[in-house]
């Protein structure tokens, strides 16, 4: 166990929906990653929030959002939904995030499915 | 722009034997580069990273990975492989300090098959 917590852990939903991912690091990370992991893209970063402010952007289509809260739990956001969003969505966390020597710990995902 | 490219799909080992997972790398600057195994239905696991000194990093489970400056290589190894070593494999690389980030980089990812 990581300690990284993710909810829900299967999300299955219609094209044109709009759902919210949650994402618990472990005790102590100021850092919050997501990534996406499907067949044909492999695992993509999307995007880092650190210690509550947006540190990188990847990857990420404008329809989908993301905030990281005061208690450092951030919510991944994902609006007018399409087939090709089905994937698994990977929460990480590190301590800092600032520098690349920071090791990364996983949550176990959420695996998204698009009808 | 940093890449890692992880040239083979699938790797077949028999248990005992060891075990080789290939990985290469392109950055601008110095490395830094991570292993990360992937058991089906589950997150990914840290196994170990390089980020400088001995070119050959010990990880978790046995694992470690030689470090290959001229070939640009952070390989995989195990001395002797167990059914249970069955996983996706994957070998990332994170940006330069100047970046400011720690996000992480992929390769496309190794199945490793470790037959009895």
Not at chain 1, 25 to 43: A, E, I
Not at chain 2, 21 to 31: E, F, L, Q
Not at chain 2, 54 to 66: H, I, M, P, R, T
Not at chain 2, 79 to 84: F, G, H
């Amino acid at each position: 166990d990581s300690g990284v917590t993710q909810t829900p852990k299967h999300l299955i939903t219609a094209t044109g929906q709009r759902v919210t991912l949650r994402c618990s690091p472990r005790s102590g990370d100021l850092s919050v990653y997501w990534y996406q992991q499907s067949l044909d893209q492999g695992l993509q970063f999307l995007i880092q929030y650190y210690n509550g402010e947006e540190r990188a952007k990847g990857n990420i289509l404008e329809r989908f959002s993301a905030q990281q809260f005061p208690d450092l739990h951030s919510e991944l956001n994902l609006s007018s939904l399409e087939l090709g969003d089905s994937a698994l969505y990977f929460c990480a966390s590190s301590v800092e995030g600032t520098t690349p020597t920071d090791t990364q710990y996983f949550g176990p995902g959420t695996r998204l499915t698009v009808l | 722009a940093q890449s890692v490219a992880q040239p083979e799909d699938q790797v077949n080992v028999a248990e005992g034997n060891p075990l080789t997972v290939k990985c290469t790398y392109s950055v601008s600057g110095n490395p830094y580069l991570f292993w990360y195994v992937q058991y089906p239905n589950r997150g990914l696991q840290f196994l170990l990273k390089y980020i400088t000194g001995d070119n050959l990093v010990k990880g978790s489970y046995g694992f470690e990975a030689e470090f290959n400056k001229s070939q640009t290589s952070f390989h995989l190894k195990k001395p002797s492989a167990l059914v249970s070593d069955s996983a996706l494999y994957f070998c990332a690389v994170s940006p330069p300090p100047s970046s400011n980030t720690g996000k992480l980089i992929f390769g496309q990812g190794t199945t490793l098959q470790v037959k009895p």
